[in-house]
């Protein structure tokens, strides 16, 4: 009988790459589905303390939907390192803007746990894309339908 817990090596992880259309995806929902797969708690050999999530690569992260009035009411926030420089821009206004994966981005950075090495890394494993299209087909990725895993995942309007 065996009395101890398996946990898993960095050598003996075996990664893989996974897509996920964002197309219509709530950004809440998907960040969360998004977190746990690059941490790789979806594992039945999940360690905490080894990165053993997934690659992640999504497409189509500018045309995501928020629930309620979160457009207009969620403030994301920053500091320039001037006195007096703190800036902010409503969720709208970063989806309407030159970068609007960052909504995408921030809110699986957030989801991640905070300060920590393992989390950076595991940071790094995300690819987020506007177009339909990614350059990362050599690696083979696996397309998980986002959208049929529960019908509360897609708005349409």
């Known amino acids: 009988m065996k009395s101890t817990t398996a946990s898993l090596k960095p050598a003996e992880v075996e990664k893989k790459w996974i897509v996920v259309d964002a197309q219509d995806a709530v950004v809440g929902r998907l960040a969360s589905f998004i977190a746990m797969r690059l ?27 928020m629930t309620g009035k979160k ?7 920053w500091h320039t390192g001037h006195p007096g420089g703190v800036k902010k821009r409503t969720a709208g206004q970063l989806l309407a803007g030159k970068y609007p994966e960052r909504v995408l981005e921030k809110a699986v950075e957030r989801m991640l746990p905070k300060e920590s090495p393992l989390a950076r890394k ?11 299209e990614h350059p990362h087909a050599a690696q083979n990725p696996e397309t998980i339908a986002f959208a049929d895993l529960n019908a509360k995942n897609v708005r349409s309007a």
């Open 122 to 132: 595991q940071l790094t494993h995300l690819r987020i894309y506007n177009a339909g």
């Open 71 to 77: 457009l207009a009411d969620k403030i994301y926030y």
């Open 39 to 65: 941490r790789g708690k979806h594992r039945p050999d999940y360690t905490p303390h080894v990165d053993c999530g997934d690659f992640v690569v999504v497409v189509n992260a500018d045309k995501v939907k």
